[in-house]
Structures are given as C-alpha cells and as structure tokens.
C-alpha cells in the first residue's frame, strides 16, 4: 500500500512562491499534483513520468508551476512562482499505479492520494 505525505503549503502574497514536497512510502510509478478550490471540482495541475521524469502541465500553471521528483528519496515536488489569488486551493499529491500509464492527467487514474495541503494566497 502506497502512502503521499504532502507538505509546504501556506499563506503567501501574490506574486510569491511556494515548494510542495510529496514524500511517498512503497513503490511509485508516475505522480502529480491536483487542486481543489471551494465549490469546484478537482484540477489537475502536473504530472511526471517515472520512466523519463517527463512532464505535462494545466494550461493554468503552464509557464509558472515546476514538477521534479528525487527518486532516490521517493519524494516528488512543486514549485510554484508568481502565485495569484485563483491559485488558493488544496493541493493533493497523487500517485498512479498502473505502470503503463507515464503522464496521466485523470484523477480516475491515480490510485493514491494524499490528505492535501493547503495553500492561500493573499492579494
């Protein structure tokens, strides 16, 4: 059984940056981030493959947010620059155990999920 531990999440004013870790117990394949905001459904965010560590973006973050994984430590993490309000959400690391699956954007396929961790940003 696969377990994500995000951490990093917080207050920060517009413009900012934050880093999310998603440290992972058991074996992994390709992970990503998602967020939820109040009231809407979960967006995906990021993914890397566990084969190339290639990556694919939202088109909201594109340009913003970095995706990079340490696979010596199982851990997987997100910079996130030049913040803005409509970024505020809880952001959830997710894990895919279907090893033929090497970007995945759909929450339906990630198997795992962290609690989330919260991030707000202020204007």
């Known amino acids: 059984q696969v377990q994500l531990l995000e951490s990093g999440g917080g207050l920060v004013q517009a413009g900012g940056s934050l880093r999310l870790s998603c440290a992972a117990s058991?074996?992994?394949?390709?992970m990503g981030w998602f967020r939820q905001a109040p009231g809407k459904e979960r967006e995906f965010v990021a993914t890397?493959?566990?084969?190339?560590?290639?990556?694919d973006y939202g088109d909201s973050v594109k340009g913003r947010f970095t995706i990079s994984r340490a696979n010596a430590k199982n851990t997987v993490y997100l910079k996130m620059n030049s913040l803005n309000p409509e970024d505020t959400a809880l952001y959830y690391c997710a894990a895919a155990g279907n090893p033929l699956l090497f970007r995945p954007r759909g929450v339906r396929e990630h198997d795992y999920w962290g609690q989330g961790t919260q991030v707000t940003v202020s204007s």
């Open positions: 058991g074996r992994t394949f390709s």
């Open positions: 890397i493959s566990w084969i190339d560590s290639s990556t």
